[in-house]
């Protein structure tokens, strides 16, 4: 077993989180879930069996990833068993459901249940009606959660949890709190989040407000990622993506190709094409037509770089499959399939980590509009954090570029982890 070494925030957890409800919440890294590795079999292990365990998470995968494997990991196999396919594992030897907390129909296994502990982690992730149909089934006399979450919004239903009369204990945390972390891992973490809202959420741990511009940084010097035409083409660029955004009734089609260099060290934006629809109406041939068009611009501007994917919006499946036909067709070598969809939250850390760690690059003389349109994309809401999209600003262009890499989003953006504490 690992060595039992706890900061002073995390003892202060151990002995004074007894309430029914005890969270902590606060920066990336500052040592929130590595104390529940310990807390967990504590707890379980005081059930009674009046109630059921249950561990809820985002998705079932990542409440794997962050919590049933770094237990396992301490307590060995037999004693964190894998879920089963009715959503159970048992840890410690007691039965365990395991659920993912984002959509409220994933929980139906559990409603009408009694409840006897819970752990929760990325609370602020759950959809709302999960977290409250739990409130009805902690109703044993000895119920209890304990539960980890990045701040959000102050508007956050969760924050108004926390800041209601209910019985709670909680702890927010800097990423200062952790003495265990690297002084260049907190160095970096914070380079990383610089200029956003989540550096006040992910470093300082506080609920803040998204307002504004979403990559600032971006839209006061876009020259600072620029390359020229003639720089780019002495690059070892080995593959290049090709993102289509299919617009609606009242917008329009976007085509952006996307440069990898070497071994997905950097990108770069290399051109881009717009298509705009008449009458309300998406043409079909109109699309391939243009698809075909801007394969012979990027053959001719970049004759060396092979296009090897074209990533389309996964909402239009028939004009996918027949930009697939067309593709092969005309003989050309790119895999066309899904866009990968990634929720708003990781999708702007992940641009604003491609900017502040100098892993985006941009001809901006070929793509005038993705510059327009990373400079202008903006929050829209004061109590969720989504993109404003009422057309006055060109998501279509922002989703095309983000579509021509998201596939490959876990070689560019991964959240930095340090396993120690």
Not at 70 to 87: C, M, V
Not at 236 to 246: A, K, T, Y
Not at 300 to 308: D, H, I, K, M, S
Not at 311 to 319: G, K, L, S
Request: with cysteine; glycine share 6%.
């Amino acid at each position: 077993m690992s060595e039992f070494q706890l900061s002073t925030m995390q003892k202060e957890y151990w002995n004074n989180a007894n309430k029914r409800w005890n969270v902590k919440s606060g920066a990336t890294g500052s040592g929130k879930t590595y104390l529940d590795f310990f807390l967990i079999p504590k707890r379980i292990r005081a059930c009674t069996g009046q109630g059921l365990i249950v561990l809820l998470g985002n998705t079932k995968s990542t409440l794997s990833r962050n919590v049933l494997d770094p237990l396992r990991g301490i307590y060995g196999d037999r004693a964190i068993s894998n879920i089963n396919n009715e959503n159970v594992a048992y840890l410690f030897g007691k039965k365990t459901y395991c659920l993912g907390a984002d959509k409220v129909n994933q929980v139906t296994k559990i409603q009408g249940a009694t409840i006897e502990y819970c752990y929760g982690d990325e609370v602020t992730t759950w959809h709302r009606e999960v977290f409250e149909m739990l409130k009805s089934r902690m109703r044993c006399e000895n119920s209890i959660f304990d539960g980890t979450c990045n701040p959000d919004g102050p508007k956050h239903w969760f924050k108004e949890f926390l800041d209601s009369d209910a019985d709670i204990y909680q702890q927010k945390y800097t990423i200062e709190d952790n003495p265990f972390l690297p002084a260049k891992f907190v160095e970096e973490l914070k380079k990383e989040y610089a200029g956003t809202v989540y550096y006040d959420r992910f470093i300082k741990g506080n609920w803040t407000r998204a307002e504004g511009l979403l990559f600032p940084q971006f839209a006061n010097n876009p020259k600072r990622w620029d390359i020229s035409y003639e720089d780019v083409l002495e690059l070892p660029v080995r593959n290049v993506f090709i993102g289509l955004d299919i617009g609606g009734t009242k917008s329009h089609s976007t085509f952006v190709a996307t440069g990898i260099v070497g071994n997905y060290q950097r990108q770069i934006r290399l051109a881009e094409k717009m298509v705009k629809h008449s009458k309300g109406t998406v043409d079909p041939d109109r699309l391939y037509e243009a698809y075909n068009e801007f394969q012979q611009e990027l053959r001719v501007l970049y004759p060396a770089f092979p296009v090897t994917h074209c990533f389309v919006d996964n909402e239009a499946q028939v004009i996918e499959n027949g930009l697939r036909s067309y593709s092969q067709q005309k003989g050309y070598g790119a895999v066309v399939a899904d866009c990968k969809k990634v929720e708003f939250t990781n999708r702007t850390l992940s641009y604003n980590y491609l900017f502040n760690t100098d892993k985006f690059m941009i001809v901006s003389s070929m793509c005038p509009n993705i510059v327009e349109s990373l400079s202008t994309m903006v929050y829209a809401d004061e109590k969720e954090d989504k993109l404003l999209d009422d057309y006055t600003t060109d998501v279509d262009t922002y989703d095309a570029d983000f579509y021509s890499w998201s596939r490959y989003i876990d070689y560019f953006y991964m959240k930095a982890r340090y396993n120690g504490r």
